[in-house]
């Protein structure tokens, strides 16, 4: 058997591509209690038919949605087995991450399936991945070795942070009667919604408010309390459970921005009577409110298209400077197949090359220490500035981006559509998790700051040499413009990233700082151009967090 022949067998036999076919494919029945399909008995339909055109196209045509959805994913799986066995005949790591994310791609579909008149409140509340299915996306586990269920993720991390929210309180008198009060009829509405529909988007309520006794009073006022800040994924499964809670029963109402990347919300008025103190859904009740939600087709494709924003930012966002390196989730996290082992002197091939040196990683816990602490050296990364504000009330972003640990290897990026700093759990080579999380928060400023028409930077003019040119240039220009035309975003976003890691460890390194979060601060001098020092200087001003008031003994 030759290397192709060994290569192709051993991809057909990919342990985790079998439990796809036994598990969603070859014996499926429909979500919500629909038809059985049996993929065998379609195949044999086909087989029959084979050679007889207008039959063949009559019996497709035939079909119905799920019988379809079988058939398609079942030649989509034949694709993988085909890509990832020519991947590990040619020890393609790329092509092999390639088809990883294309299986996960096809995962959340055969998950998520649903036809198109399936209502809301059928559909599962919550998204959850089987042992096997985390180990596959969480873990180093590929495509030539069987999923590993003992080797659990730690959970997800969240931190919290001190915000001023909105109250009301009922006043009785001079006495208070509630610190946090709201009309008992919309908690009871929310209540029954969440429960009978899955659903937290409730809106534009009537028929709730009672008048109050004339000796009762509400006041508004601002209250100071522990809010989410961010969320800290240490796997893929744990991001995609958490994404499609969001999308199935998110707790704000719709932003015009993400229905138009979602493709729109679906608005439903729900009617209801009191039985005494009991709710009562009726057609023509007095009291109302309208209930927003995605469709299962729309959270679906949605969830799709995720998949690919995360690869597509890792593969160009995660590329290193002045090399082409890109993420790389099979450089470590699988071994060479037994078959591509080279020894010394077999069948007249060259060495193996040696196995590379130990790479530092990156986990859920470091990068939230290290986040927390980069970001009261820029106090101004995650807001707190006049312009900065302003624009996130722009692109309705109110709030932090959450952090996903991935296994791989490859610098972090920042992907804007889902507002997700990703970490790859490996370093590069001679890059430590200090410079692997400044890269990623890099990223973030030049999505939000740089990339976007802002008059915040009118005024300055600056000058530097850019990645891939051999002269410098020098422009009274606001920094988005001073690249030529023909220079792509990937060489601005390198260039903005390796001047911002610049800036911020020699800033730390001449302060006097040795390490941040348990990570040494190496030796880096100050941006040499002057122009552009003086621009970060200004606008990406950093200072040392004073240090907490010691506590009495």
């Not at 991450?97 to 791609?105: D, E, G, I, N, Q």
């Not at 009537?206 to 989410?228: M, Y």
């Amino acid at each position: 058997m030759g290397t192709g022949d060994r290569a192709a067998e051993d991809a057909k036999s990919s342990p985790f591509l079998d439990y796809v076919l036994e598990t969603y494919i070859a014996d499926a029945s429909e979500p919500g209690g629909g038809e059985r399909v049996r993929l065998g008995e379609l195949h044999a339909r086909l087989e029959k038919l084979k050679g007889k055109r207008s039959e063949l196209i009559g019996y497709l045509r035939s079909l119905t949605p799920f019988q379809r959805h079988v058939l398609d994913a079942s030649k989509e799986l034949n694709r993988i087995r085909s890509l990832s066995s020519e991947a590990l005949e040619k020890n393609d790591r790329d092509a092999a991450t390639k088809c990883w994310f294309r299986t996960l791609s096809l995962l959340v579909s055969l998950k998520l399936w649903r036809r198109a008149d399936f209502a809301i409140e059928n559909m599962e509340k919550r998204l959850r991945f089987t042992p096997p299915e985390k180990a596959f996306l969480d873990g180093a586990c590929g495509f030539t070795r069987a999923p590993d269920s003992d080797a659990p993720v730690p959970e997800p991390l969240h931190t919290t942070r001190a915000a001023e929210v909105d109250r009301y309180e009922l006043w009785e008198n001079d006495a208070l009667v509630d610190g946090d009060y709201e009309e008992p009829l919309r908690v009871k509405i929310r209540e029954h919604v969440e429960k009978e529909y899955g659903v937290r988007r409730v809106d534009n309520f009537s028929g709730t408010k009672k008048a109050f006794p004339p000796n009762q009073t509400l006041k508004h006022v601002r209250a100071s309390e522990k809010v989410h800040d961010m969320t800290y994924f240490s796997g893929v499964s744990q991001f995609l459970e958490e994404k499609y809670s969001r999308l199935r029963d998110s707790t704000y109402r719709p932003l015009a921005t993400e229905r138009h990347e979602t493709g729109g919300y679906t608005e439903r008025r729900v009617r209801f009577s009191l039985d005494g103190d009991r709710l009562v859904e009726s057609e023509n009740g007095l009291i109302s409110a309208v209930m927003h939600c995605l469709s299962p087709n729309t959270i679906r494709k949605k969830m799709i298209n995720d998949v690919k924003l995360v690869e597509q930012a890792l593969t160009m966002g995660a590329k290193k400077v002045g090399s082409d390196y890109f993420f790389d989730r099979f450089r470590r996290a699988e071994p060479e197949p037994a078959f591509l082992q080279r020894t010394e002197g077999g069948d007249g091939e060259p060495p193996r090359t040696p196995p590379s040196a130990p790479r530092e990683r990156v986990t859920a816990e470091t990068a939230s220490r290290l986040i927390a602490e980069l970001a009261g050296c820029d106090r101004f990364i995650f807001g707190g500035h006049l312009d900065f504000d302003l624009y996130m009330d722009g692109i309705s972003i109110r709030k932090k981006p959450d952090v996903l640990v991935i296994e791989g290897e490859g610098l972090g990026c920042y992907e804007y559509a889902n507002n997700l700093i990703i970490l790859p759990a490996v370093c590069p080579p001679e890059t430590t998790p200090l410079q692997q999380v400044l890269s990623a928060l890099a990223d973030f400023r030049y999505s939000l700051w740089i990339d976007t028409p802002k008059e915040i930077f009118d005024k300055q003019g600056v000058g530097f040499a850019v990645i891939g040119r051999k002269s410098k240039i020098s422009s009274s220009k606001p920094l988005w413009q001073i690249f030529p035309t023909k220079s792509s975003a990937l060489i601005k976003q390198r260039a903005f990233r390796t001047y911002y890691v610049r800036h911020v460890l020699s800033f730390l390194f001449h302060e006097g700082v040795g390490a941040v979060a348990g990570c040494d601060v190496p030796a880096v001098n100050r941006i040499a151009e002057q122009k552009l020092r003086q621009f970060f200087d200004a606008y990406v001003p950093l200072s040392i967090p004073a240090a907490p008031p010691a506590k009495p003994q």
